[in-house]
C-alpha cells in the first residue's frame, strides 16, 4: 500500500507545483485584495491579492478610484494603465455593480520619484449606494481607500452632490488628524491626495475647481439648525486639504457608453483623449510612496498596514478616526511602555519614596515626548495618552509594590542585626559605658544611612523602642556589674600580691579598694544616686579609661592579656629569679630563707 500511494502523493505534489508556478507567472490581471462577507457588512482579506502585493520590493504608491456605483470607475482606470476592458479591470455593462469590495492590478507600474523607483499600484473599488448593501459597509470601503491610498480619486458624474460632501467627513477628519500634524515635515501617517474628477457632457461655464469652491461654501443657518451646523463644520474642515486637493474635469470619451470597451482611441473623442492624458502626468505628479511614520512602505508592508487598518474598520459597528488612531498607536504606547519600564528597572531599589517619584516623573515625561514624537492623530490621540499614562500607572505600581518589599526586606535585616548588636552588648564580660554608647551611635548612624524607602520610618520607630530598652537595661545594671567587677578585681589583686609576685604595696592598695567599695557604696540607697556621684564619676571613668578606648576593647582582649601575663609572671618564677636575682625596688615580702639567717634575741 505504501509503494501505491507514492505516485499519488507525486503526482499531487507536482499538480500543486504547477498551479503555484501558473499563479506566478500570470499576474498580470485584477485581484481581489478585500471582499464582502456574505452579509455584507464586514471585510476580510484575500489570498489572490495579497499574493500580488506582498511580491513588490520597492516603495509602493497606491492610486485607488471611489465613488457612485456604475460611474465608469473601471473604465477610468483601465484608460490610466492604458488597457482594454477586455484585458483590465472588469467592467460591468448591467445595473448591478461589477466589482465587489477591493481590487488590484496585479502588475504594478514602475515610476521614478524623487529618484527612488516605486511600483504604482491601482485599486478599483466598489460602487457606493448600490442595491442591498448598507451605508455601514460603503463607509468601511470609503475608510479603507482613503487610507490606502496615495491618490485618492473621487470619481463623479456631472456634478457635485450634498451626499459626495457629507461622505469625506471621514477623510476631512483623517486630514486633520494625520495630514495637519506635522505639516512639512516626515509625518507618521501621510494621508492620501485628494483627486476631484467630475466627467461631464459640457465644459463651458463654471470650472470643476469654481464647482468644488461654490460647493463647499456654508450653507446659510439663520436659525440655527444643528444638521446645517454640521454640514458646515465639514466644509470648513475640508480647507485643511485645501494643499492636499486637486480639481479635474474629464468630458465624456463617447455618446455610445455601452460600446467603450470596443472603441480605440482613435474611435474616442478627441477632447476626451487629450485631457484623459493630462489627468496621466497629474496623477504621475502627485504620486507619492505610501508614508507610515516616516518609512515608505514596501509589499509585505502595505499587507501588515493594511491588516491593522481592516482589523480597526471591522471593530465597530461604524468606522470612525478614533478607532484607526486607537489600532495605529497601540503598536506605540507599547514601545513607550517599553522605554519607561527600562528605564525604571535599572533603578537600585529600595529607595527613597522621594526618589522613586522622581524616577518615575522623569521616565514618564521621556515616554510621552517619545509617543509625541510618533503617535498617529491629534485629537483622537488623547484616548492612546490616556491608555499611555494608565499603563505607565500599573507598571509603576509594581515598581512602588517592590520597593516596599526590598525596603522592608533591608531594614528588618539591619534592625535585627542591631537588636543582636544590643543584645551582645548587654552581655559584656567587662561592663563599659563608652563601649555601649558606641555601639548605640554606629547602630544608629548605620540605620540611618542604609535603611531606605518606605518602611524607614515604621522601623526607625521599632529602633527608638528598643535602644531605649536596651539602653534603660545596660544603665540599670551596669552599676551592678560594675560594682561586683571591681570588688572581684580587688581580691584578686590581693591574691596576686600576697602569694604570686608577693608585693606588698599591691596588696594593700588591693584591700583599700576592697574596703572603699564594701563600706562606701553602702551609703547610698540606689544605683542612680551612686551613678551621680562624683567619686563613683572618678572610679567609672578611669575603669572606662582602662577597660575600652578606639586603641584598645580589654573585653576583646582580657583573656589574651591575662594569658600573657600568667606566662610572663610564670616566667619569672621559674627562670628570671636565677639569672637576673630578686633586686625589686619596691619592699617585698622577706623570704623564708632570710628569715631562718636572721639572728634571734634574747
Known amino acids: 500500500m505504501e509503494i501505491s500511494h507514492r505516485p499519488f502523493v507525486f503526482l499531487l505534489s507536482l499538480c500543486l507545483l504547477l498551479q503555484t508556478s501558473l499563479s506566478i507567472e500570470n499576474f498580470h490581471q485584477a485581484f481581489p485584495i478585500v471582499e464582502p462577507d456574505p452579509n455584507h457588512t464586514k471585510l476580510r482579506l484575500s489570498r489572490e491579492g495579497l499574493e500580488a502585493i506582498s511580491r513588490i520590493t520597492t516603495p509602493i504608491a497606491a492610486v485607488a478610484v471611489i465613488g457612485p456605483y456604475r460611474s465608469g470607475k473601471s473604465f477610468l482606470l483601465n484608460q490610466l494603465l492604458s488597457l482594454s476592458c477586455y484585458e483590465g479591470f472588469g467592467v460591468g455593462h448591467m445595473r448591478d455593480t461589477k466589482t465587489k469590495g477591493i481590487w488590484v492590478w496585479g502588475t504594478p507600474l514602475e515610476l521614478e520619484i524623487d529618484g527612488v523607483k516605486t511600483s504604482?499600484?491601482?485599486l478599483d473599488t466598489e460602487g457606493f449606494e448600490s442595491v442591498g448593501k448598507s451605508n455601514v459597509y460603503d463607509d468601511r470601503i470609503f475608510a479603507l481607500a482613503t487610507v490606502m491610498s496615495?491618490?485618492?480619486?473621487?470619481n463623479l458624474p456631472e456634478t457635485i452632490r450634498e451626499a459626495d460632501i457629507s461622505r469625506l467627513s471621514f477623510a476631512v477628519e483623517l486630514a486633520e488628524e494625520f495630514y495637519g500634524r506635522v505639516k512639512g515635515q516626515d509625518v507618521a501617517f501621510e494621508p492620501s491626495k485628494l483627486l476631484w474628477l467630475i466627467q461631464r457632457d459640457f465644459l463651458q461655464g463654471k470650472s470643476v475647481k469654481e464647482m468644488v469652491d461654490e460647493a463647499l461654501k456654508h450653507v446659510p443657518n439663520e436659525d440655527g439648525n444643528k444638521n446645517i451646523d454640521q454640514v458646515n463644520r465639514i466644509r470648513d474642515s475640508l480647507a485643511i486639504m485645501g494643499d492636499n486637493s486637486t480639481a479635474f474635469s474629464l468630458p465624456q470619451p463617447h455618446l455610445m457608453r455601452t460600446k467603450l470597451c470596443d472603441l480605440k482611441d482613435e474611435d474616442l473623442d478627441s477632447t476626451y483623449v487629450a485631457r484623459r492624458d493630462q489627468l496621466k502626468k497629474l496623477v504621475a505628479s502627485i504620486l507619492r510612496p505610501k508614508i507610515v511614520q516616516g518609512k515608505a512602505l514596501n509589499g509585505k508592508e502595505f499587507i501588515s498596514f493594511?491588516?491593522?487598518?481592516?482589523?480597526?474598520?471591522?471593530?465597530?459597528?461604524?468606522?470612525?478616526?478614533?478607532?484607526?488612531?486607537?489600532?495605529?498607536?497601540?503598536?506605540?504606547?507599547?514601545?513607550?511602555?517599553?522605554?519607561?519600564?527600562?528605564?525604571?528597572?535599572?533603578?537600585?531599589?529600595?529607595?527613597?519614596?522621594?526618589?522613586?517619584?522622581?524616577?518615575?516623573?522623569?521616565?514618564?515625561?521621556?515616554?510621552?515626548?517619545?509617543?509625541?514624537?510618533?503617535?498617529?492623530?491629534?485629537?483622537?490621540?488623547?484616548?492612546?495618552?490616556?491608555?499611555?499614562?494608565?499603563q505607565m500607572k500599573e507598571v509603576f505600581k509594581n515598581f512602588v509594590l517592590a520597593n516596599e518589599y526590598q525596603s522592608s526586606k533591608l531594614c528588618e535585616a539591619l534592625y535585627t542585626k542591631c537588636?543582636?548588636?544590643?543584645?551582645?552588648?548587654?552581655?559584656?564580660?567587662?561592663?563599659?559605658?563608652?563601649?555601649?554608647?558606641?555601639?548605640?551611635?554606629?547602630?544608629?548612624?548605620?540605620?540611618?544611612?542604609?535603611?531606605?524607602?518606605?518602611?524607614?520610618?515604621?522601623?526607625?520607630?521599632?529602633?527608638?523602642?528598643?535602644?531605649?530598652?536596651?539602653?534603660?537595661?545596660?544603665?540599670?545594671?551596669?552599676?551592678?556589674?560594675?560594682?561586683?567587677?571591681?570588688?572581684?578585681?580587688?581580691?584578686?589583686?590581693?591574691?596576686?600580691?600576697?602569694?604570686?609576685?608577693?608585693?606588698?604595696?599591691?596588696?594593700?592598695a588591693a584591700w583599700i579598694l576592697f574596703i572603699f567599695l564594701e563600706t562606701y557604696t553602702r551609703m547610698f540607697w540606689t544605683a542612680e544616686s551612686l551613678y551621680y556621684n562624683p567619686?563613683?564619676?572618678?572610679?567609672?571613668?578611669?575603669?572606662?579609661?582602662?577597660?575600652?578606648?578606639?586603641?584598645?576593647?580589654?573585653?576583646?582582649?582580657?583573656?589574651?592579656?591575662?594569658?600573657?601575663?600568667?606566662?610572663?609572671?610564670?616566667?619569672?618564677?621559674?627562670?628570671?629569679?636565677?639569672?637576673?636575682?630578686?633586686?625589686?625596688?619596691?619592699?617585698?615580702?622577706?623570704?623564708?630563707?632570710?628569715?631562718?639567717?636572721?639572728?634571734?634575741?634574747?
Open 120 to 122: 504604482i499600484i491601482y
Open 150 to 154: 496615495s491618490v485618492l480619486i473621487y
Open 306 to 390: 493594511l491588516e491593522q487598518i481592516l482589523d480597526a474598520l471591522n471593530k465597530g459597528e461604524i468606522p470612525s478616526t478614533g478607532s484607526l488612531v486607537e489600532v495605529f498607536n497601540k503598536d506605540i504606547v507599547e514601545r513607550c511602555v517599553k522605554q519607561y519600564h527600562e528605564k525604571m528597572v535599572k533603578l537600585r531599589l529600595p529607595m527613597s519614596e522621594e526618589h522613586l517619584q522622581s524616577a518615575h516623573e522623569s521616565a514618564h515625561d521621556e515616554a510621552l515626548k517619545a509617543f509625541d514624537a510618533q503617535h498617529f492623530g491629534r485629537q483622537h490621540a488623547k484616548k492612546s495618552v490616556d491608555q499611555l499614562d494608565e
Open 419 to 508: 537588636e543582636d548588636d544590643m543584645d551582645h552588648l548587654q552581655s559584656l564580660r567587662l561592663p563599659s559605658m563608652a563601649k555601649f554608647n558606641a555601639g548605640f551611635v554606629y547602630c544608629n548612624q548605620s540605620f540611618e544611612h542604609q535603611c531606605v524607602g518606605p518602611s524607614k520610618q515604621n522601623y526607625e520607630l521599632r529602633l527608638t523602642k528598643m535602644m531605649g530598652k536596651a539602653r534603660s537595661l545596660f544603665i540599670k545594671e551596669y552599676n551592678n556589674r560594675l560594682f561586683n567587677w571591681l570588688v572581684a578585681f580587688s581580691l584578686v589583686m590581693v591574691i596576686v600580691g600576697r602569694f604570686i609576685i608577693k608585693f606588698i604595696l599591691l596588696e594593700m
Open 535 to 602: 567619686v563613683w564619676h572618678f572610679i567609672v571613668g578611669t575603669w572606662e579609661t582602662v577597660v575600652y578606648s578606639p586603641v584598645l576593647d580589654l573585653d576583646r582582649w582580657a583573656i589574651p592579656i591575662v594569658c600573657i601575663i600568667a606566662l610572663c609572671v610564670l616566667y619569672w618564677r621559674c627562670y628570671g629569679k636565677r639569672k637576673h636575682g630578686s633586686s625589686w625596688l619596691l619592699p617585698m615580702y622577706n623570704s623564708q630563707k632570710n628569715g631562718r639567717n636572721r639572728e634571734r634575741s634574747e
